[in-house]
Nanobody, 129 residues
Framework: EVHLVESGGGLVQAGGSLRLSCAASGFTFDDYAIGWFRQAPGKGRKGVSC????????YYADSVKGRFTISSDNAKNTVYLQMNSLKPEDTAVYYC??????????????????????WGQGTQVTVSS
């Protein structure tokens, strides 16, 4: 059975940092790309970042470039999202998702939630001003 479990969310002041984790099980991790999406209240789910577990290639949305860093520990089947210099507009529920043979270089696919096979339950990130 496939599981994606996010953790690490919380409440932080603007300018602070959080590290989200996405622990995966039930599928061949190296065959998948892992994406992070976020959904603010009343808004759609948007792609934030993505990493290929096979070659480590990455994608970042313009809104988080230079502030967020995605990384993968294949030995632990876990992907991390280090979020620095957080802003109130980063407030959202953050989800990780897995797509088989995903390619972060294909931005249209990497940022399309309908292209992903499996999803976690989400973790809330709240940034206060």
């Amino acid at each position: 059975e496939v599981h994606l479990v996010e953790s690490g969310g919380g409440l932080v002041q603007a300018g602070g940092s959080l590290r989200l984790s996405c622990a995966a099980s039930g599928f061949t991790f190296d065959d998948y790309a892992i994406g992070w999406f976020r959904q603010a209240p009343g808004k759609g789910r948007k792609g934030v970042s993505c990493i290929s577990s096979s070659d480590g290639s990455t994608y970042y949305a313009d809104s988080v470039k230079g502030r967020f860093t995605i990384s993968s520990d294949n030995a632990k089947n876990t992907v991390y999202l280090q979020m620095n210099s957080l802003k109130p507009e980063d407030t959202a529920v953050y989800y990780c998702a897995a797509r088989r043979w995903g390619n972060p270089d294909n931005v249209a696919v990497a940022t399309n939630p309908y292209e992903y096979d499996y999803w976690g339950q989400g973790t809330q990130v709240t940034v206060s001003s």
